[in-house]
T-cell receptor, first 114, second 117 residues
Framework: DAKTTQPNSMESNEEEPVHLPCNHSTISGTDYIHWYRQLPSQGPEYVIHGLTSNVNNRMASLAIAEDRKSSTLILHRATLRDAAVYYCILRDIVDAGNTGKLIFGQGTTLQVKP | DAGVTQSPTHLIKTRGQQVTLRCSPKSGHDTVSWYQQALGQGPQFIFQYYEEEERQRGNFPDRFSGHQFPNYSSELNVNALLLGDSALYLC????????????????FGEGSRLTVL
């Protein structure tokens, strides 16, 4: 499984944008880029995913480099409730039966200051 | 619409004992996966159940076993507990689309916190 590299921690001020980077230099053509986050005392929560094009949803935006070797999760206006561990995960879609396996790394712990 | 529910939320066992954790998937979901999360670490994939069969397994010993019932709910069993089994056990559910490839999200429960003394 291809691996991802993320900074251990980042800080942000409330109501400012946050850019969370992820490197995945060994990504394959069939790997989707998924982001999950885990708030304190909760299970992980899906944030967004993409393949090649940038993606937007109500929670965040995902910017994917043209060579797909890196991506950035963008929170447009951080709130205190966004303080969490953010995981960047590659997910191979070739084997349709393997739908439940995610390889989590250490993730990035985001601290949001008021 | 109920999400993924897990029980119990917390439990304490002693070394050598056995434990059973339970999971009800999100309504309409047919696939359940189990993860172990040690303190300060990311979740580690244990195994996945679909159509009442174990479909994929992570790097966990045979002491870890599971079951999926016809209503898609699932159990995780751990035998001969070790101190190192102390962790948060997470259940996640998803739906395999008919004739398609699932690129969608997993829905996680809040977990069962197991402490082994």
């Amino acid at each position: 499984d291809a691996k991802t590299t993320q900074p251990n921690s980042m800080e942000s001020n409330e109501e400012e944008p946050v850019h969370l980077p992820c490197n995945h230099s060994t990504i394959s053509g069939t790997d989707y880029i998924h982001w999950y986050r885990q708030l304190p005392s909760q299970g992980p929560e899906y944030v967004i995913h993409g393949l090649t094009s940038n993606v937007n949803n109500r929670m965040a935006s995902l910017a994917i480099a043209e060579d797909r070797k890196s991506s950035t999760l963008i929170l447009h206006r951080a709130t205190l409730r966004d303080a969490a561990v953010y995981y960047c995960i590659l997910r191979d879609i070739v084997d349709a039966g393997n739908t439940g396996k995610l390889i989590f790394g250490q993730g990035t712990t985001l601290q949001v200051k008021p | 619409d109920a999400g993924v529910t897990q029980s119990p939320t917390h439990l304490i066992k002693t070394r050598g004992q056995q434990v059973t954790l339970r999971c009800s998937p999100k309504s309409g979901h047919d696939t359940v996966s189990w993860y172990q999360q040690a303190l300060g670490q990311g979740p580690q994939f244990i195994f996945q159940y679909y159509e009442e069969e174990e479909r994929q397994r992570g790097n966990f010993p045979d002491r870890f076993s599971g079951h999926q019932f016809p209503n898609y709910s699932s159990e995780l069993n751990v035998n001969a507990l070790l101190l190192g089994d102390s962790a948060l056990y997470l259940c996640a559910s998803s739906l395999v689309p008919v004739g398609g490839i699932n690129t969608g999200e997993l829905f996680f429960g809040e977990g069962s916190r197991l402490t082994v003394l």
